[in-house]
């Protein structure tokens, strides 16, 4: 783990100087956003609605808008804020742990001690075990002024930040105001089933069956083939200059192409590749959407990659049905050649027939 934080409890004449660490974590899965049509990276900019230009996030200054008038706020004024200057963790009550409702809680963090002697650390420690008391402290993390309980947990000190008074809304349902009447027998069984499913709390024993599930699904996708080139599909050059331009699907199965092309090559094998590649580059110019039948997935390096030639073959069955409608609507430069390769011949057969018809 990272230190988020140094700073130090106030415990009366007593400073106990700490590191602040988060305590939990996020285990979700992070997915990020793509075009539906051909599994380019959706990237957000930061643009200035006056002049138009993409904005560096170390150009940006917060605000404030009220009655149509707005007050720029830098940098340097919000870290003048006494407050937020503070690095002290003051201790300012200390009170019964069941008083404080877990509504209130916000966020958890562990404190480790920062000095050569943890004398002090162990001090504080022991008065909240002796006294079965929580104490309650004010503390600036983040440009935020907070209110915080402070704990123990397996002989560490948590900090969890707690919301304030009047950020917890005060409940009103008109639904909850008529009377109900509620029988005896209603209440024994309601008791009854309560007992029936009694336990002690385990959070291990519970699992996020969507996280499972869509972990497998991923997982199924990549084996199957259903993959694209992460480098050069999502823009890697992009995410290094955080310039937020996304490399262009075709140039990208180009390279893939010819890459593969290569080394076909060099393994001696050119007739089997200009077999089976020069068709399936036809049908990814036509259908840049990634289909289930891989063709536009083949230079994806995947597990599933062994499969590939039996997928293109019904893929170039399907392009070769629809390759006119396809030609005639494809935007790309690489689709109209690829579909001029194809009706060429007939093309010129035609008039030839019909002449002849005619003499």
């Not at 004449?13 to 049509?37: C, R």
């Not at 200390?94 to 001690?113: A, C, G, N, R």
């Not at 084996?223 to 823009?235: P, Y």
């Not at 994806?300 to 629809?322: D, I, L």
């Amino acid at each position: 783990m990272r230190a988020i934080w140094k700073g130090a409890i106030a415990f009366g004449l007593v400073n106990v100087p700490v590191k602040v660490y988060s305590a939990t974590e996020d285990h979700d899965i992070g997915l990020h956003q793509v075009h539906n049509a051909d599994g380019g990276r959706i990237r957000y900019q930061r643009r200035c609605e006056v002049c138009g230009e993409i904005v560096d996030y170390s150009d940006i200054d917060k605000a404030y808008e009220e009655d149509g008038r707005t007050v720029v706020l830098t940098r340097d004024e919000l870290k003048s804020i006494p407050a937020e200057s503070s690095h002290e963790i003051e201790v300012v009550q200390f009170v019964p742990s069941e008083q404080l409702d877990p509504m209130m809680f916000e966020k958890s963090y562990y404190l480790e001690p920062d000095s050569k002697s943890p004398k002090a650390y162990v001090l504080l420690r022991r008065a909240l075990e002796d006294t079965d008391r929580v104490a309650v402290v004010q503390f600036a993390l983040r440009e935020k002024t907070r209110l915080g309980a402070l704990r123990i947990k397996d002989d560490v000190l948590v900090l969890q930040s707690l919301l304030w008074a009047d950020e917890v809304r005060e409940p009103a349902f008109p639904a909850l105001e008529t009377t109900v009447r509620i029988s005896a027998q209603e209440r024994e069984m309601s008791a009854a089933l309560v007992d029936s499913m009694a336990g002690d709390f385990e959070p291990g024993q519970f699992t996020d069956d969507y996280q499972v599930q869509l972990r497998k699904l991923i997982d199924a996708k990549i084996e199957q083939g259903e993959s694209l080139d992460t480098e050069q599909t999502f823009g890697a050059e992009a995410a290094e200059t955080g310039a937020g331009e996304v490399i262009d699907l075709m140039e990208a199965l180009k390279r893939s192409l010819e890459k593969k092309r290569g080394g076909a090559a060099a393994s001696g094998d050119d007739d089997a590749a200009d077999g089976d590649e020069a068709p399936a580059k036809a049908t990814r110019a036509k259908s840049p959407a990634r289909s289930k039948e891989g063709a536009a997935k083949a230079p994806a390096r995947t597990a599933a990659s062994k499969t590939a030639p039996a997928k293109t073959a019904t893929s170039k069955t399907a392009a070769s049905k629809t390759a006119p409608a396809k030609t005639v609507t494809s935007k790309t430069a690489t689709a109209r050649t690829a579909g001029k390769a194809e009706d060429a011949e007939p093309a010129a057969k035609e008039p030839a027939k019909s002449r002849r018809k005619g003499a």
